[in-house]
């Protein structure tokens, strides 16, 4: 599978911006969808879960403030962040588990301004 993430770019905080992560192929047979990100010296962390069934899970630091959907039509996965903070600054990258791989696709940067 490929994953074309998109949607990245420069923001000053409180702002926001969605994130789209189209994929090459129907993402209705992947276990779950998920967004992770890493920042400059900083190890790469998950940052949301959507499933098949669409259960939603989140990292603590953006509970309340992003939000991760899909579109299976689309086979396209959306993050919508909101209130964004410098501490989100990072590249985000996408990824497809389909039980046995984990797929990545390439990243997109976000930076947030203070």
């Known amino acids: 599978v490929q994953l074309q993430a998109s949607g990245g770019g420069l923001v000053q905080a409180g702002g926001s911006l969605r994130l789209s992560c189209a994929a090459s192929?129907?993402?209705?047979?992947?276990?779950?969808m998920s967004w992770y990100r890493q920042a400059p010296g900083k190890q790469r962390e998950l940052v949301a879960v959507v499933t098949s069934g669409d259960r939603l899970n989140y990292t603590d630091s953006v509970k309340g403030r992003f939000t991760i959907s899909r579109d299976n039509a689309k086979n396209t996965v959306y993050l919508q962040m909101n209130s964004l903070k410098p501490e989100d600054t990072a590249v985000y990258y996408c990824?497809?588990?389909?039980?046995?791989?984990?797929?990545w696709g390439q990243g997109t940067l976000v930076t947030v301004s203070s």
């Open positions: 990824a497809a588990w389909d039980g046995a791989r984990l797929s």
């Open positions: 192929v129907s993402i209705f047979s992947f276990n779950a």
